[in-house]
């Protein structure tokens, strides 16, 4: 009894949470205008055509046919032809113009599906690179651009066209009621109390799959994921060497067969809703047209009069189905295109600074950072704490330490891709948070410790994200001769103009080390006064770290470089040295000062002498030594 009494306020409910997402109709209907207005404006002015053509043809069908009835009661006295003719003509019009207009608009749809869809995926590609690097250590975030990449393809679109036929619906629904109230109240009562179970019905399914889809989000990424990892080149080694294969094609089967379940488990449920809202609706109509045909039995209605009732009955009920069908559509697609517009709404907080600097020069003082503390989101201690450093201007600063002293962190808040807690950097004693970020970013070159493979040509790889107008063939070939590429790139099929990466055809793969240094020529080709390389020698050998320490040295002149590095023979070759522990600067000096001191940089040095000995009995001092 309680369920019953219960009923009508759940449908309320349900209404009431599915109405609130309307108000993002108008923002669905304004990205799609963004994209193709033109398109749009043709596309909606054949949509309302296409609304008024049927009623037309119901109408001039009841005229042929009262025409036709006309001339068999006047068999005897021919009347003249031309009305029934002339009704059948332009009916046949109709049905072909119907035609035309059905094939021209698949034709304008699939143009705006197209432009639609290149428009959002521009507006989220805009947004990934605009949100803060913070925002990719959220999971919620990686949930929210799961929904937002896999809904911008087709629910913006597919919003418009269940709009449109909506609107068409509407108006051909409305003609067909005006058609059948000179018979009485009773046939538009019916035609719309036949559509009232899946009115009911409607609003619930619609937020019954949203809200299992939001559910299910981080077991779709999951599910990705696996299958990524089933089929992608940069696991295929692991896969077969760990016979990882069936790990991952069970784990993905796995979720996939609980996502199958749940999302069956909703189609069943809507399916079973579908088919007694249906039988309904066929119960009302049939009792409908029965009492017409009893009308028509007593000579009340005539048979062009029946046949309009039936047409108009008949694809009454089919619009009202229709109606409900795209009403729900539209507002699931508003449900989950909310999901779009949260990412699209989403703000960085690593914002332009309103101090305007001229054009890049070459720093005069330094860079100075003082007292940064900084703690990554959710992480339970600070990477840096009480961090004090000075670059001098046009020297080359090594920076040192163990795993996880925080030294890849300065490079990120270097270049604002964070923000510090507290304390301050400085650019020839102007806070960095001063200036446009563009700007500070163009004043700054790096090379991180996990460089970006491009699948793209050798010299498409190295000037990429130089700016415009700063390109030039004679710089590119020294940066890569500066980064040690000349060597390898000149035994490449076509040189520079060989395709990097087996995924395309022609593609050549490269060597770690090889990548490693067609990056570091990427960091070096870019004319920025500050260059920031983490791990620069990581893949390289001790004599080619030697010859790259000498040539970088060169190519370096007057600009400013921090290198991070665990390789004590490149920071001996470093004007100055700083070891780093524990998140702050514990020691610093030439590399001769700290080599003959007692710290943390003097027992490594002096521990990978002695094992340089060992391993080579003609170890002289200075020779090649170590990664500590």
């Known amino acids: 009894?309680?369920?019953?009494?219960?009923?009508?306020?759940?449908?309320?409910?349900?209404?009431?949470?599915?109405?609130?997402?309307?108000?993002?109709?108008?923002?669905?209907?304004?990205?799609?205008?963004?994209?193709?207005?033109?398109?749009?404006?043709?596309?909606?002015?054949?949509?309302?055509?296409?609304?008024?053509?049927?009623?037309?043809?119901?109408?001039?069908?009841?005229?042929?046919?009262?025409?036709?009835?006309?001339?068999?009661?006047?068999?005897?006295?021919?009347?003249?032809?031309?009305?029934?003719?002339?009704?059948?003509?332009?009916?046949?019009?109709?049905?072909?113009?119907?035609?035309?207009?059905?094939?021209?608009?698949?034709?304008?749809?699939?143009?705006?599906?197209?432009?639609?869809?290149?428009?959002?995926?521009?507006?989220?590609?805009?947004?990934?690179?605009?949100?803060?690097l913070a925002f990719y250590e959220s999971a919620d975030f990686y949930d929210r651009l799961h929904r937002a990449r896999s809904d911008a393809m087709f629910r913006p679109l597919a919003l418009l066209q269940s709009t449109g036929g909506l609107a068409q619906g509407a108006v051909t629904l409305v003609a067909m009621l005006a058609v059948l109230m000179p018979y009485g109240p009773l046939m538009p009562l019916a035609l719309l109390a036949a559509a009232a179970p899946a009115l009911v019905l409607v609003p619930g399914a619609v937020l019954r799959r949203y809200r299992w889809r939001v559910a299910s989000t981080a077991d779709e990424r999951r599910a990705w994921y696996y299958d990524t990892m089933a089929t992608s080149g940069h696991s295929a080694a692991d896969v077969r060497l760990l016979d990882l294969g069936g790990h991952f094609a069970d784990a993905y089967q796995s979720l996939r067969r609980a996502l199958r379940r749940g999302s069956v488990g909703l189609a069943r449920r809507e399916a079973i809703a579908e088919a007694a809202a249906g039988a309904w609706s066929l119960a009302v109509m049939a009792a409908a047209l029965a009492w017409m045909i009893t009308r028509a039995f007593h000579g009340l209605v005539s048979l062009g009069d029946l046949t309009l009732l039936y047409q108009a009955l008949t694809q009454g009920q089919r619009l009202t189905r229709t109606l409900l069908e795209n009403f729900g559509q539209i507002l699931g697609h508003c449900l989950f295109l909310s999901g779009l517009f949260e990412f699209l709404s989403l703000r960085p907080r690593i914002l332009d600074g309103r101090v305007p600097r001229p054009g890049i020069v070459p720093l005069r003082r330094g860079i100075r950072m003082s007292n940064l503390r900084?703690?990554?989101?959710?992480?339970?201690?600070?990477?840096?704490?009480?961090?004090?450093?000075?670059?001098?201007?046009?020297?080359?600063?090594?920076?040192?330490?163990?795993?996880?002293?925080?030294?890849?962190?300065?490079?990120?808040?270097?270049?604002?891709?964070?923000?510090?807690?507290?304390?301050?950097?400085?650019?020839?004693?102007?806070?960095?948070?001063?200036?446009?970020?563009?700007?500070?970013?163009?004043?700054?070159?790096?090379?991180?410790?996990?460089?970006?493979?491009?699948?793209?040509?050798?010299?498409?790889?190295?000037?990429?994200?130089?700016?415009?107008?700063?390109?030039?063939?004679?710089?590119?070939?020294?940066?890569?001769?500066?980064?040690?590429?000349?060597?390898?790139?000149?035994?490449?099929?076509?040189?520079?103009?060989?395709?990097?990466?087996?995924?395309?055809?022609?593609?050549?793969?490269?060597?770690?080390?090889?990548?490693?240094?067609?990056?570091?020529?990427?960091?070096?080709?870019?004319?920025?006064?500050?260059?920031?390389?983490?791990?620069?020698?990581?893949?390289?050998?001790?004599?080619?770290?030697?010859?790259?320490?000498?040539?970088?040295?060169?190519?370096?002149?007057?600009?400013?470089?921090?290198?991070?590095?665990?390789?004590?023979?490149?920071?001996?070759?470093?004007?100055?040295?700083?070891?780093?522990?524990?998140?702050?600067?514990?020691?610093s000096g030439t590399h001769e000062q700290l080599a003959a001191g007692d710290g943390w940089y003097a027992r490594c040095w002096n521990a990978s002498l002695g094992a340089a000995a060992a391993a080579s009995p003609d170890y002289q001092a200075g020779g090649p030594v170590l990664v500590a």
Request: net charge neutral; with cysteine; proline share 5%.
């Open 1 to 132: 009894m309680s369920d019953t009494r219960n009923a009508p306020r759940c449908f309320a409910a349900r209404c009431r949470q599915a109405a609130a997402q309307l108000p993002l109709l108008p923002r669905a209907v304004g990205l799609v205008w963004q994209a193709a207005p033109l398109h749009t404006a043709v596309w909606a002015a054949m949509l309302l055509l296409q609304g008024l053509l049927p009623v037309a043809a119901v109408h001039l069908t009841r005229l042929v046919v009262d025409g036709l009835v006309a001339i068999q009661r006047n068999a005897q006295t021919p009347p003249s032809h031309s009305g029934p003719l002339w009704s059948a003509a332009l009916l046949a019009g109709v049905l072909l113009a119907s035609e035309a207009l059905t094939a021209l608009a698949q034709w304008i749809r699939a143009a705006l599906g197209e432009r639609v869809q290149d428009h959002v995926m521009l507006r989220i590609h805009r947004k990934s690179a605009e949100v803060d």
């Open 374 to 587: 900084f703690t990554y989101p959710a992480a339970q201690s600070p990477a840096l704490d009480g961090f004090d450093l000075f670059l001098p201007a046009g020297s080359i600063v090594a920076l040192v330490g163990a795993n996880g002293a925080g030294k890849s962190t300065l490079i990120k808040l270097l270049c604002r891709l964070y923000d510090p807690d507290s304390g301050i950097i400085e650019l020839d004693g102007r806070d960095i948070r001063d200036l446009p970020l563009a700007d500070l970013r163009r004043h700054i070159t790096v090379l991180f410790q996990q460089p970006v493979r491009y699948t793209d040509t050798v010299e498409r790889n190295i000037a990429i994200g130089c700016p415009r107008g700063a390109a030039d063939a004679s710089r590119l070939r020294a940066s890569a001769s500066a980064a040690g590429c000349d060597t390898f790139v000149s035994a490449l099929p076509q040189g520079y103009q060989t395709l990097l990466g087996k995924e395309y055809a022609d593609g050549v793969e490269l060597s770690v080390g090889q990548w490693q240094r067609l990056a570091l020529a990427r960091a070096l080709n870019r004319p920025a006064p500050v260059i920031l390389l983490d791990e620069p020698t990581s893949a390289l050998d001790a004599a080619a770290e030697a010859d790259w320490m000498d040539r970088f040295r060169r190519f370096a002149d007057d600009r400013t470089a921090l290198v991070i590095t665990h390789r004590l023979t490149t920071a001996r070759r470093a004007d100055l040295v700083c070891v780093m522990a524990a998140g702050r600067i514990v020691e």
